[in-house]
């Protein structure tokens, strides 16, 4: 991670931090717009929110589950 800003690309570090701030979501239960709209508002989170697309999102959301499960 550069300068400890997040960017669309640090999906395991996105992932961890998601499953900090929402221990008891379902990653599978949550819209990319929403997935999209928490992952903004990370704290540290620094990246174009124009830059992510669907691909990433769904890599984020994998992760996630990863580190619920």
Known sequence: MAEDKLVWTDVREIAIRL???H???DPLSVRFTDLHAWV???PGFGG???KSN???LEAIQMAW???RD
Do not use: F, G, S, Y
Request: glycine residues 0%; proline residues 11%; negative net charge.
């Open 19 to 21: 499953a900090e701030v």
């Open 54 to 56: 669907e691909q990433i």
């Open 65 to 67: 589950l990863d580190e």
């Open 48 to 50: 174009d929110p124009k």
């Open 40 to 42: 903004t508002r990370l």
């Open 23 to 25: 221990p008891d979501v």
